[in-house]
């Protein structure tokens, strides 16, 4: 009897460690340990967009990229995954909605603004675009207004493009957007208060009555500063009326425009044209240029790349 006492008593003992050691490994686990899955990390689908994050995710320390691939790199130019994570080419206009569905995703500021996001507060990096130009290169994800080569000279899209690089509509994009949107051309500030001016646009009406109409394909919700076109238009006299057209996905647009069923298109980055002319031949010529659009990765479950790179753990 005194036997199977003891017995007992070894097992009891046995699975109090067991227990305790069960305890301690869930506790690692959360402290920095590999994860059985990797955490996915999404990045917009298209060649130039997704070449972006992933500049994005080497710059945060998460990947290592073929420095050959230069500044649009694919899937297969990444070398090594330097933490548990999986990246995942998702549609650019539904990783706002997604974003629950990822450890983490980059969004760019068309499909950013319309939710909230704002890439300083909410953003655990950000992309610094000045890293993406050499001396007297062109920054090629400026964004642009684009037309039919056969039309490029056309005067009433030199007035609107005139219409958009002004101050007014500049101090409107940064009071609007932040930092989500940065002016593209030189500017100085009006003489009217950012509260003023946006007081002015965000009220603003016109209509089409006896003015020219020019079709402006478009994407995503934060196309507000063609309001302020159409005021500088509508003050100067010009009898030019803005229709924009909304497309729900990136693909759209150029097509649209090279078919004739709109007169110019501003949804995208010189980088995604040349993409777009090269891949689909499309007939299309840059007439100007609107702003710059920093790429950002947000995440609703970390509030640090740190945090992420502690939960997925090292490779």
């Not at 967009?49 to 649009?72: H, M, Q, S, T």
């Not at 100085?188 to 603003?204: F, M």
């Not at 020019?214 to 309001?227: E, I, L």
């Amino acid at each position: 009897m005194k036997t199977l006492t003891k017995i007992i008593k070894a097992v009891s003992a046995a699975a109090i460690a067991l227990t305790l050691t069960a305890c301690g490994s869930s506790s690692s686990q959360g402290s920095g340990s590999k994860p059985s899955e990797p955490i996915k990390i999404g990045i917009p689908d298209d060649a130039t967009n997704g070449g972006r994050a992933i500049k994005l995710l080497e710059k945060a320390g998460l990947i290592k990229v073929d420095p050959a691939a230069g500044w649009v790199p694919e899937m297969k130019d990444v070398t090594e995954y330097l933490y548990n994570v999986e990246i995942v080419p998702t549609q650019a206009n539904t990783l706002p909605s997604t974003l629950d569905d990822f450890g983490a995703s980059t969004i760019n500021g068309t499909y950013a603004i319309p939710i909230g996001l704002v890439p300083s507060k909410d953003g655990l990096i950000v992309e610094d675009q000045a890293e993406a130009t050499n001396a007297g290169e062109k920054n090629p994800f400026i964004n642009i207004i684009v037309a039919r080569t056969s039309e490029k000279d056309n005067p009433v899209y030199k007035t609107v493009v005139d219409a958009y690089n002004t101050d007014y509509v500049a101090q409107y994009i940064l009071a609007k957007y932040l930092e989500a949107s940065i002016p593209a051309w030189e500017w100085k500030p009006t003489e009217l208060t950012d509260e003023q001016i946006l007081d002015e646009v965000d009220h603003y009406e016109s209509d089409a009555a006896g003015k020219t109409v020019v079709k402006v394909g478009v994407c995503g919700a934060s196309n507000d500063s063609w309001r302020a076109v159409q005021k500088i238009l509508d003050d100067n006299g010009e009898n030019i009326y803005i229709d924009l057209v909304r497309f729900d996905a990136y693909t759209l647009p150029n097509e649209a425009l090279n078919s004739g069923e709109i007169d110019l298109n501003s949804f995208q980055h010189y980088a995604y044209l040349e993409k777009e002319i090269n891949t689909q031949g499309y007939d299309l010529t840059v007439i100007g240029d609107t702003s710059m659009a920093p790429l950002t990765l947000y995440s609703k479950k970390f509030k640090s790349v740190d945090e992420l790179k502690e939960a997925a753990g090292k490779k």
